[in-house]
């Protein structure tokens, strides 16, 4: 029913977080807003409450796009273009779904690259030399060799 990172469906109706507690976590309907007072338990992504009654229809064509979305950003991490990556995700959807997409290609472009960029930062410039720390990824080199000598003073 649950996959990683994501909210999870059920038959039709998706749902975030509300809190967690101990090994629970509880899920309140993604239209709450609108009055829909669904909610559901699940313990190590298994659910263990009666499925809820809606006050709703299911949002089939949401689900696509948060499932597309949510694809998109987990291949933002790839060297694709991201225009690239965008155009494959509408590619898949049917008209209802692009119609509840609600922005266009460059919307699905800029995402994956705000994910591609938030996954690789760089480290912060250090304030002094003591706050000098230089990470394994840049003193390595693609052959894991280390590109400063032993016997050599950084400064």
């Known amino acids: 029913m649950l996959k990683a990172n994501m909210n ?9 977080l509300n809190r967690r507690k101990d090994d629970a976590t509880y899920w309140k309907c993604s239209l709450f807003t609108t009055g829909c ?3 559901i338990t699940t313990v190590d992504e298994q659910l263990i409450s009666p499925v809820p009654v809606h006050t709703h229809e299911p949002q089939h064509a949401e689900n ?25 995700t509408v590619s898949g959807m049917g008209f209802e779904a692009r119609s509840k997409l609600g922005c266009q290609i460059s919307g699905l472009s800029r995402m994956a690259r705000r994910k591609r960029h938030a996954v690789s930062r760089h480290p912060l410039n250090p304030t002094s030399l003591e706050t000098l720390t230089i990470p394994s990824d ?9 590109m400063i000598p032993k016997k050599q003073k950084i400064f």
């Open 138 to 146: 840049y003193i390595l080199s693609s052959n894991n060799e280390c």
């Open 64 to 88: 696509t796009v948060h499932i597309a979305k949510a694809g998109t950003e987990k291949k933002s991490w790839t060297d694709l273009p991201t225009k690239y990556l965008a155009a494959e």
């Open 37 to 39: 007072p669904a909610r």
């Open 8 to 16: 999870p469906i059920l038959n039709g109706f998706r749902f975030i």
